[in-house]
């Protein structure tokens, strides 16, 4: 199913629609088919529930993780080696109470290696979190709906920015 976006914003925004799991899911493909992902810093946003872990799960199988990916809610971190063997971390700062347990912890030389770097609650380590290429915004609409807002703060980002683009025009993109 092709993801539709809502309407046009300025070049670095892109406000989409998931009516439901399997529209994230095609959405996670088609950022995962995009140059330049698997380098990425990706921030996510939204309430408990919204559907973050979700779409980081979507978007590792599309990138070719095949076994358990776990949520980090107490590991903090979880690391994946994906099928082109570049390396992803995804980070859940839920639990953080203080941004120096970012320094603490080591994450400035994780964040400072090659490899897609995926962030929930990242303004629990905030100010210490580079600049993302994207932030995503997610909203709950309903049980199953998701408003989605994405920035793009970086050339990365502005550069899958518009391939998201491109992919919600063609039709019969997946």
């Given amino acids: 199913?092709?993801?539709?976006?809502?309407?046009?914003?300025p070049p670095?925004?892109?406000?989409?629609?998931?009516?439901?799991?399997?529209?994230?899911?095609?959405?996670a493909q088609q950022l995962a088919a995009l140059p330049g992902i698997a380098d990425g810093v990706i921030e996510?946003?939204?309430?408990?529930?919204?559907?973050?872990?979700?779409?980081?799960r979507h978007l590792l199988r599309a990138l070719g993780i095949t076994g358990r990916?776990?949520?980090?809610?107490?590991?903090?971190m979880e690391p994946y080696t994906?099928?082109?063997?570049?390396?992803?971390a995804h980070f859940d700062f839920y639990r953080f109470g203080d941004p120096r347990e970012?320094?603490?912890?080591?994450?400035?030389?994780?964040?400072?290696?090659?490899?897609?770097?995926i962030a929930e609650w990242p303004e629990k380590a905030a100010g210490l979190l580079p600049v993302p290429d994207l932030r995503l915004d997610i909203e709950p609409l309903d049980e199953a709906a998701r408003r989605v807002r994405v920035q793009a703060a970086t050339a990365t980002g502005q550069a899958l920015l518009a391939g998201?683009?491109?992919?919600?025009?063609?039709?019969?993109?997946?």
């Fill in 1 to 9: 199913m092709p993801v539709s976006v809502t309407h046009p914003l």
């Fill in 12 to 27: 670095e925004t892109l406000d989409c629609l998931w009516p439901d799991e399997a529209a994230c899911a095609a959405w």
């Fill in 44 to 56: 996510l946003h939204g309430p408990l529930g919204a559907g973050k872990t979700t779409f980081v």
């Fill in 69 to 76: 990916i776990k949520s980090p809610t107490y590991a903090v």
């Fill in 82 to 88: 994906l099928a082109d063997g570049r390396e992803a």
């Fill in 102 to 117: 970012w320094v603490d912890a080591g994450f400035r030389d994780v964040f400072a290696r090659p490899g897609l770097k």
């Fill in 164 to 174: 998201l683009r491109a992919a919600a025009a063609s039709p019969g993109t997946a």
